[in-house]
């Protein structure tokens, strides 16, 4: 029995590469390019939140995509409007959703939207009181925080929402400006056990 046992592990061991799961393949594409300040802030928060779900998130362009690359998982990802801070104005305004994802015959499709002039707009005025240099990050933040929740309802493949953390149904201006904001753990949970699962096998292009 022991030498079976042995067999297993070292069968098993190799081919997944230890435990990790296969990456999850998010497909971008920014109808304006965002600076790079701006770039790196919402790849870097988007990385923090997700790590607690145990998803490792392969980032990509899709302008790059060949068509030709089987993911586990994947999402195709739209940043519309301008993802940048240029014309900051001193009040706010309700811009309407500052984020959505696509649903058919009520199903929850991998597609995601990110509205960045809404999100421009709702946080603005807040903005303007930080310092200039610190602005970038803290709307890089902002958009991956509205990333992160819709990419809750895509793996998870769930419309609820939590009361507190990153899967909540409605952003403050403080959730989004805040230093921190994370899911909350039985969110990570239903994200690590979706996931586990292997759940969908899409090919980009199709
Ligand atoms: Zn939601």
Redo the contacts with the bound molecule.
């Keep these: 029995m022991k030498f079976a046992a042995l067999y297993l592990v070292l069968g098993v061991l190799p081919a997944f590469g230890g435990s990790r799961e296969p990456p999850v393949r998010l497909y971008v594409q920014f109808q304006h390019q965002p600076p790079d300040a701006v770039l790196d802030a919402i790849r870097a928060e988007l990385q923090e939140i997700m790590l607690p779900s145990g998803m490792d998130l392969d980032w990509r362009s899709l302008d790059a995509a060949r068509g030709d690359e089987v993911s586990s998982e994947l999402v195709v990802v739209h940043f519309k409007g301008t993802c940048g801070i240029d014309n900051l104005e001193p009040f706010d305004g309700y811009p309407g959703p500052l984020g959505w994802?696509h649903i058919s015959d009520g199903e929850i499709l991998p597609f995601s939207d990110v509205n960045c002039d809404g999100v421009r707009i709702f946080i603005q005025r807040d903005l303007l009181r930080f310092p200039e240099e610190e602005r970038p990050a803290a709307y890089g933040r902002a958009l991956a925080r509205v990333l992160a929740?819709?990419l809750?309802?895509v793996f998870a493949k769930t419309?609820k929402?939590s009361s507190t953390g990153v899967?909540k149904?409605a952003y403050s201006v403080h959730d989004l400006l805040a230093l921190k904001l994370r899911l909350e753990k039985p969110q990570c949970d239903l994200l690590r056990a979706s996931h586990s699962h292997g759940a969908n096998s899409f090919s980009a292009g199709q």
């Design positions: 994802t929740h819709e809750y309802h419309r929402h899967a149904a």
